[in-house]
């Protein structure tokens, strides 16, 4: 899936998230937020201006949040995102209700609707990684202008030496019959036994 996929998965499909800020301190914070709208713009949510949440927001500019669906783990997808958020106001606001109707029973009047401000996470990248096929299926992506910082496993080729010790210990199979080595990404657990394995340091490690 593109990156516009994967955020209409995220509002469509998955919906109800955990979003995470840093406080002055640096300390991590967490909080559910509901992702409301996708677009070729962004991702949009909104929140009440009197939150510790708005303020840690305003502050920083800058949100990560994941979001899952699935009964059980072997049935989850998740999508994680994160990137550079702004504030538009009451922007898109009506649109947000109108399309999450649950949201009138929270604030029913224009006036408790006041209080709302409406976010757009513009510029990110993110993951999503599905659980409900095997092997399991991770696919990164960006938006907005940002690139897509690779987070995966890889044999550098000058070293393999060929031996079996990394596809030996690949509990999802994804490193090649061929040598030199290498490793599919896409179906790459992060699990760092290939790494710990290799006999001659052959396998970096991602940042």
């Known amino acids: ?15 109800s998230t955990v979003a995470a800020t840093v406080d002055e301190q640096g300390l991590p914070h967490t909080c ?3 992702m409301m709208l996708a677009d070729e713009g962004g991702l949009y949510f909104l929140t009440a201006r009197g939150k510790a949440f708005y303020r840690r927001l305003m502050k920083r500019r800058y949100l990560a949040l994941c979001g899952m669906k699935g009964e059980d783990t072997l049935s989850t997808v998740s999508v994680s995102v994160r990137g550079w958020v702004r504030p538009i106001g ?4 009506g649109e947000i209700f109108e399309k999450n109707p649950y949201m009138r029973k929270i604030y029913p009047t224009e006036a408790s609707r006041r209080a709302l401000e409406v ?23 960006s938006f907005g202008g940002e690139e897509v ?19 030996a210990v690949c509990p999802t199979g994804c490193i090649s019959a061929e040598v030199p080595r290498a490793i599919d990404p896409a179906h790459c657990i992060h699990c760092g036994n290939c790494a710990d394995a290799c006999p001659v340091g052959a396998v970096e490690q991602p940042n």
């Open 1 to 15: 899936m593109n990156a516009q996929q994967c955020l209409a998965y995220l509002v469509g499909e998955v919906h």
């Open 32 to 34: 559910a937020i509901d």
């Open 90 to 93: 009451r922007q898109r606001l």
């Open 119 to 141: 976010f757009c996470l513009y510029r990110g990248e993110g993951e999503y990684f599905d659980l409900s096929q095997l092997p399991p299926l991770r696919q990164t992506f």
């Open 149 to 167: 910082r690779i987070s995966a496993y890889r044999i550098d080729p000058a070293r393999c030496i060929g031996c079996q010790a990394c596809r």
